[in-house]
């Protein structure tokens, strides 16, 4: 029975000290989480400053991600040749013109953020190997972004996973390229029945990029004027140095188990 409850409390040491050896992000090292660019088909390897940006990607010249190349395809809906416009065969109707400026700015944030290394995941797709998972977004941002869009048209909620890539010659390049199209079967909705709420909105558009975060807690700026510097870079911290310590923890919690698991099994 004495060997039986041991073994029992053995495994149940050995499952706290592999859930402590899953606690820590791709690094644990601050300096490369404060300075982290995605792996991905238009960012730059480290973050730099540019001498000038388009429009809505003008906040992030002293450090960017991106180059001016990038962001003014950015603005002519060409990089990826997504199209905002997916439901004018059914409504009628083209994206408002603020709904689509709060796209700028959120398609700015991926492309140029330099913050984002405390949110970043592996991914396996053909135009990228990493991507942000829940970066606290602040609710007054995404509120004001769902507004803008509320009456706008959309088919899908998720537009990362659920489209359809066709071939199309109507791509913003003039080119002929592929393009997203609605799924088959789907109605084009207002934004306000298709994601009810800003949370949801946020949440799911772009497949859990964004938590949608009290303006009280840290938080990212889905865009700022840069006037006064970026403010993202203390959330950055704040999240970087949380990492750190989490895995500080981690590893001193390991070396603990470890000793008593030893000090148990000799014993």
């Known amino acids: 029975m004495r060997m039986k409850k041991n073994m029992h409390f053995l495994s149940f040491l050995l499952i706290v000290l592999q859930c402590g050896m899953g606690l820590?992000?791709?690094?644990?090292?601050?300096?490369?989480?404060?300075?982290?660019?995605?792996?991905?088909r238009h960012h730059k390897t480290l973050p730099g400053p540019e001498g000038n940006l388009f429009k809505q990607c003008t906040p992030w010249k002293t450090r960017a991600c991106c180059t001016e190349e990038v962001t003014?395809?950015?603005?002519?809906?060409?990089?990826?040749?997504?199209?905002?416009n997916h439901c004018m065969h059914q409504t009628r109707k083209e994206m408002s013109r603020e709904c689509h400026r709060h796209f700028k700015q959120d398609h700015c944030f991926y492309e140029c953020s330099p913050n984002i290394g405390p949110f970043v995941v592996s991914e396996k797709r053909s135009w990228r190997k990493e991507r942000y998972f829940n970066v606290p977004l602040c609710a007054s941002d995404c509120v004001a972004w769902f507004n803008s869009c509320a009456d706008?048209?959309?088919?899908?909620?998720?537009?990362?996973?659920?489209?359809?890539?066709l071939e199309s010659?109507?791509?913003?390049?003039?080119?002929?390229?592929?393009?997203n199209f609605c799924p088959k079967g789907s109605d084009c909705k207002t934004f306000k029945?298709?994601?009810?709420?800003?949370?949801?909105?946020?949440?799911?558009?772009?497949?859990?990029?964004?938590?949608?975060?009290?303006?009280s807690s840290p938080c990212m700026r889905l865009w700022f004027d840069g006037i006064t510097g970026n403010p993202n870079?203390?959330?950055a911290k704040h999240y970087a140095f949380k990492i750190a310590g989490a895995e500080s923890l981690s590893g001193s919690l390991q070396l603990l188990i470890a000793v008593v698991v030893l000090m148990w099994t000799v014993y």
Request: charged share 25%; proline share 0%; hydrophobic share 25%.
């Open 233 to 235: 870079d203390l959330i």
């Open 152 to 165: 706008d048209y959309t088919c899908t909620d998720n537009w990362s996973r659920n489209f359809e890539w």
């Open 72 to 84: 003014r395809k950015i603005h002519e809906d060409s990089l990826y040749s997504f199209n905002f």
């Open 24 to 40: 820590g992000q791709k690094t644990s090292n601050v300096d490369e989480l404060l300075n982290w660019c995605l792996d991905a």
């Open 169 to 179: 010659s109507q791509c913003t390049s003039g080119t002929k390229c592929k393009t």
């Open 193 to 215: 029945e298709i994601y009810q709420t800003a949370q949801n909105f946020c949440e799911k558009v772009w497949d859990h990029s964004w938590k949608y975060t009290n303006d």
